[in-house]
């Protein structure tokens, strides 16, 4: 038991209380996916590029190269729908 005599279910709030409403858009919204395999896609060549390069080697770097990277992605994604 806890602190208190209170076992661990003796809590009224989860980390998912009021989250219901989002848990069910995958079964409500049509065409939606159920993982996030695009958005581990396109962090992937940030992370080969940083493996490579051993990394930023300051805080400025790394925002520098963050800032890039999303300029760079937003530019493509805009070209692309636009072809």
Same mark, same amino acid.
């Not at 848990?23 to 409500?28: A, D, Y």
């Not at 051993?54 to 072809?83: H, I, P, V």
């Given at each position: 038991?806890?602190?208190?005599?209170?076992?661990?279910?003796?809590?009224?709030?989860?980390?998912?209380?009021? /989250?219901?409403?989002?848990?069910?858009?995958?079964?409500?919204?049509?065409?939606?996916?159920?993982?996030?395999?695009?958005?581990?896609?396109?962090?992937?060549?940030?992370?080969?590029?940083?493996?490579?390069?051993?990394?930023?080697?300051?805080?400025?770097?790394?925002?520098?190269?963050?800032?890039?990277?999303?300029?760079?992605?937003?530019?493509? /994604?805009?070209?692309?729908?636009? /072809?």
């Amino acid at each position: 038991m806890g602190e208190g005599g209170k076992g661990p279910t003796a809590s009224s709030t989860t980390p998912w209380t009021g /989250a219901e409403p989002a848990l069910f858009q995958l079964v409500l919204v049509p065409g939606l996916s159920a993982d996030n395999n695009l958005a581990e896609r396109s962090l992937r060549p940030l992370v080969v590029i940083r493996k490579i390069s051993g990394g930023s080697r300051s805080d400025e770097g790394t925002k520098t190269r963050m800032a890039l990277a999303s300029l760079f992605e937003t530019w493509q /994604a805009r070209l692309c729908a636009n /072809a």
